[in-house]
């Protein structure tokens, strides 16, 4: 079992442009989370998705910021006209059903906004 | 805030002594589940307690939860070197919801 994987490791863009981040969850789950990490800070929630439909969007911010769980191909986590304040790295996690089970995590997405 | 604290904030030991950390929360929980993070890499599950249960064990990890007190403590006995890490504690609310906190920055000398 190959684990999360997310893509790309590491994301430079500049102030304006998008950032598309993406995560193929573990095989066998359908649960997907997207958190956020600032430099010195714990993890945030932001996100949770299942297949095709999102759960729970109340940690994710009402503008430039969106999600999407397909039903083939990964989850995306897009963020338009990105902000120095986005940088961060976004960690995405995947589990078999809701936040009962263990969430297996991804090596996540430093996005650094020049 | 539903997030409470972790404590302490860093931890500093010698390679074979033992490290504790603590994490408290604010409301009723479904479960608790500790993870650990090297430096610039993703996290690692190390262990989930539920709510109804008041100790857990994992080769060197000895995870509690004090329900009455809303607190749960991390101990890694005789500590090495490559123990050294963030270890966060991730409170799970429902179904939908786990915070984090801040989490402990461990070094363990040589």
């Known amino acids: 079992n190959a684990g999360v994987m997310q893509n790309p490791r590491h994301l430079v863009r500049r102030r304006g442009q998008e950032a598309r981040l993406r995560c193929s969850p573990m095989k066998g789950h359908s649960h997907v989370y997207w958190y956020r990490q600032l430099p010195e800070e714990g993890l945030k929630f932001m996100v949770y998705l299942q297949k095709e439909n999102i759960i729970d969007e109340s940690g994710m911010p009402k503008e430039r910021f969106s999600a999407e769980f397909p039903k083939e191909g990964p989850s995306i986590l897009r963020i338009q006209q990105v902000v120095r304040g986005d940088s961060a790295a976004y960690f995405c996690a995947s589990s078999t059903s809701g936040g009962l089970d263990e969430q297996y995590f991804g090596p996540g997405t430093r996005l650094t906004v020049t | ?110």
């Open chain 2, 1 to 110: 805030s539903q997030q409470g604290e972790e404590d302490p904030q860093a931890l500093s030991i010698q390679e074979g002594e033992n490290a504790t950390m603590n994490c408290s929360y604010k409301t009723s929980i479904n479960n608790l589940q500790w993870y650990r993070q090297n430096s610039g890499r993703g996290l690692v599950h190390l262990i989930l307690i539920r709510s109804n249960e008041r100790e857990k064990h994992s080769g060197r990890l000895r995870v509690t939860l004090d329900t009455s007190k809303k607190s749960s403590s991390l101990l890694i006995t005789a500590s090495r070197a490559a123990d050294t890490a963030s270890y966060f504690c991730a409170r799970s609310y429902n179904n939908n919801d786990m915070r984090f906190g801040a989490g402990t920055r461990l070094t363990v000398k040589p």
